[in-house]
């Protein structure tokens, strides 16, 4: 079945740097969401890319996908303490589309005001 | 913002009992899913479920488990016989459609379940 699969770090940096977080996965997809979670809370969506697509920017937020490398990343730019949390990638498989996606394990961050 | 609520948000329970896991979808939306997390592992896919019956359901649904809309509100799941690997973080979450555009989930906080 499809892996969503982050880079396995905890990053800890300083406001106003940027936190880069990688995801790769192993079969075709339709498209790849970003989803974080704050402590004890629900997975909120962050942004979606479409397999057609290779950037993509939403406020702080930039995501890549390389498909030829099953691979893509997240960039916060500069980091502020409320993005304390951790960030999930998830592949939506082709040609299920939407129904069951695949997450990985998540990467923790950490912001230090 | 709307929001998916789940309750209760931490259930115990012993080995062999029943078990409701309770959600409320944002009013709109369609698509309605369960997903789990073992603690320490990734976010799984359980079932997703529209226009009352289930659309699709991973292996780890099996006839344990089951779906159900009783009413214009509510989605629950039921796990007939807890087993000790059933304990997990189980979240609720609702789309609005599956079009272009519309895939976007929207989660609860998840309930947190015990078996003992």
């Known amino acids: 079945s499809q892996q969503g699969e982050e880079d396995p770090q905890a990053l800890s940096i300083q406001e106003g740097e940027n936190a880069t977080m990688n995801c790769s996965y192993k079969?075709?997809?339709?498209?790849l969401q970003w989803y974080r979670q704050n402590s004890g809370r629900g997975l909120v969506h962050l942004i979606l890319?479409?397999?057609?697509?290779r950037e993509k920017h939403s406020g702080r937020l930039r995501v890549t996908l390389d498909t030829s490398k099953k691979s893509s990343s997240l960039l916060i730019t500069a980091s502020r303490a409320a993005d304390t949390a951790s960030y999930f990638c998830a592949t939506a498989p082709d040609p299920y589309g939407n129904n069951r996606l695949a997450f990985g394990k998540g990467n923790q961050v950490v912001v230090i005001p | 913002e709307p929001e998916v609520t789940q309750t209760p948000s931490h259930q115990v329970t012993q080995m062999g009992q029943e078990v409701i896991l309770r959600c409320v979808p944002i009013?709109?939306?369609?698509?309605f899913y369960w997903y789990r997390q073992i603690l320490g592992q990734k976010v799984e896919f359980l079932v997703s479920?529209?226009?009352?019956?289930?659309?699709?359901k991973s292996e780890i649904f099996d006839d344990q488990f089951s779906v159900e809309r009783p009413d214009g509100s509510n989605f629950t799941l039921k796990i007939r016989s807890t087993k000790l690997e059933d304990s997990a973080m189980y979240f609720c979450?609702?789309?609005?459609?599956?079009?272009?555009?519309?895939?976007?989930?929207?989660f609860g906080s998840g309930t947190q379940l015990s078996v003992l």
């Open positions: 009013s709109n939306h369609l698509y």
């Open positions: 890319i479409r397999s057609n697509e």
């Open positions: 479920f529209y226009n009352n019956e289930i659309s699709e």
């Open positions: 979450a609702s789309s609005e459609a599956m079009g272009q555009g519309m895939e976007k989930l929207f």
């Open positions: 079969t075709s997809i339709n498209n």
